[in-house]
């Protein structure tokens, strides 16, 4: 967070603290943690103030293409059966993200005509419910919908468009508080769910209230339900009961079924050994070695600068403000024309509003000035996977370990925190083994 953000973090506490007749912002601190209505309140104040609720429709279009392609298909055939389908969108905000699921059903799943189908929305946020409820949106939320579905699913209302009514009833909204409430809370319905999206509200919670949350999603869903959040909220946290699941558009976790328990035997257990964390790689694939340009070390200052725009850069983008995150970049490139890091950046922006090709252009610049950065090998991998070019997506792969093998085992690998390069080769080699689909709880990517 930059300086101008904590200060005006510090001086809206202080002044709430005031207001609530508290000894300090310690004391307000400490409000903002209970479980009473006014601690509630003031959640939602805080809440409201300082978290931007930038969404749109179909937005991340990555993860979508998964939802389509690979979870909503697996949950269809689960509930064959019981022709029953229960999904979650938790901190929806103004509603766009739960009304593009219900689109999605419509129009990819014509097969569910009869099912029961529940889709809950819920935020901190009663204003935004409110219009989330009024389904009234203006241009500015369609910035990634073409016209014919736009025109399809919405009608003019003044200046502004109207979410169809059949699709307006296939969501629930309610407000809950993820930290204070219970949950699971099957009086409110949210119990049981097949499939909980929980994108971009991690990013403003510490790690022990992101554990806390993402263990009552666990708890919540299904066995064999999905829980997905934005790309690197959850790296690097260990959810009992859950298992990180790799797929080109996204990782995503995944509650196992049940296991019966095993038979008894005689001989003592043998000491469980403990699972060391290795990372997905990103969401984000084929260039051969080229001679990558010598950079001059920067001058003196320039590298501190230059970690402050990437940070910056990277806080606006968890935020939504991808314009604004890659205005950053352009300004972190002016100040270092040959760092790699910015492209990186600008790359993971190219993907989210799902222009692969541009990505894949930024990650070649990313590991033709930076040979050694595995992290671009591993993304340029995900990408040429998912176009179906597998021989690509695995060659570059083994450049990313051949990479690897050339560190020492405990050296720390950018941008996954807390991950060696012992612990990515560990990854790889499941990978080529077969088990890349389903690894343990991976560590935290930072850029």
Same mark, same amino acid.
């Given at each position: 967070m930059r300086d101008r953000d904590l200060e005006a973090v510090q001086a809206w506490i202080e002044t709430r603290a005031m207001a609530c007749r508290l000894a300090d912002s310690n004391a307000y601190a400490d409000l903002l943690k209970q479980d009473s209505l006014q601690g509630s309140e003031e959640r939602e104040r805080f809440t409201a103030r300082f978290t931007t609720g930038e969404t749109y429709f179909f937005r991340d279009l990555g993860q979508l293409d998964l939802l389509v392609r690979h979870l909503l298909p697996e949950l269809i055939r689960r509930h064959a059966a019981d022709r029953r389908l229960r999904l979650w969108s938790a901190g929806c905000a103004s509603g766009e993200e739960p009304y593009s699921l219900a689109i999605l059903l419509r129009e990819k799943f014509p097969q569910l005509a009869g099912w029961k189908l529940e889709i809950f929305a819920s935020d901190i946020n009663s204003q935004a419910l409110e219009q989330a409820r009024c389904g %009234? /949106? !203006?241009?500015?939320s369609f910035r990634v919908v073409d016209e014919s579905r736009k025109h399809m699913h919405f009608r003019r209302n003044g200046g502004k468009w109207q979410i169809a009514p059949e699709i307006q009833a296939m969501v629930q909204f309610l407000r809950t508080d993820l930290y204070a409430d219970a949950i699971p809370d099957p009086a409110m319905g949210l119990a049981n769910f097949d499939l909980i999206i929980c994108r971009n509200v991690f990013i403003y919670m510490d790690s022990k209230a992101v554990a806390g949350i993402a263990t009552k999603f666990a708890a919540a869903l299904n066995d064999g339900g999905y829980l997905v959040t934005g790309h690197s +909220?959850?790296?690097?946290? /260990?959810?009992? @009961?859950?298992? %990180?699941?790799?797929? *080109? +558009? !996204?990782? =995503?976790?995944h509650k196992q079924r049940a296991k019966p328990p095993a038979m008894? =035997? +005689?001989?003592?257990?043998?000491? +469980?050994? &403990?699972?060391?964390? =290795? &990372?997905?790689? *990103?969401?984000?694939?084929?260039?051969? *070695?080229l001679p990558a $340009? %010598? *950079?001059?070390? &920067?001058? $003196? @200052?320039v590298e501190e600068q230059l970690d402050g725009l990437l940070q910056q850069a990277r806080g606006l983008a968890d935020r939504g403000r991808a314009v604004e995150a890659g205005q950053v970049c352009e300004q972190a490139?002016?100040?270092? $024309?040959?760092?790699?890091? &910015? /492209?990186?950046?600008?790359?993971?922006?190219?993907?989210?509003?799902g222009d692969a090709p541009q990505a894949k252009t930024l990650l070649k610049k990313v590991v033709y000035l930076e040979p050694a950065l595995v992290a671009g090998w591993l993304e340029l991998g995900a990408l040429y996977e998912r176009e179906g070019r597998a021989t690509d997506a695995q060659r570059m792969r083994q450049t990313a370990r051949r990479e690897l093998i050339r560190l020492p085992g405990d050296t720390p690998v950018r941008p996954f925190e807390n991950t060696t390069a012992a612990d990515l080769l560990t990854y790889l080699e499941q990978e080529s083994g077969g088990a890349a689909g389903q690894v343990p709880a991976t560590a935290r990517l930072s850029a």
């Open positions: %009234t /949106y !203006s241009d500015w +909220e959850l790296l690097g946290c /260990y959810v009992h @009961g859950l298992q %990180t699941r790799v797929f *080109p +558009e !996204s990782v =995503v976790m008894a =035997v +005689e001989s003592r257990p043998a000491a +469980e050994k &403990p699972v060391r964390p =290795v &990372p997905a790689p *990103p969401r984000i694939g084929s260039l051969p *070695p $340009p %010598t *950079p001059k070390p &920067p001058p $003196p @200052g490139l002016a100040l270092a $024309p040959l760092a790699p890091w &910015p /492209y990186f950046l600008l790359a993971q922006l190219a993907l989210e509003r």
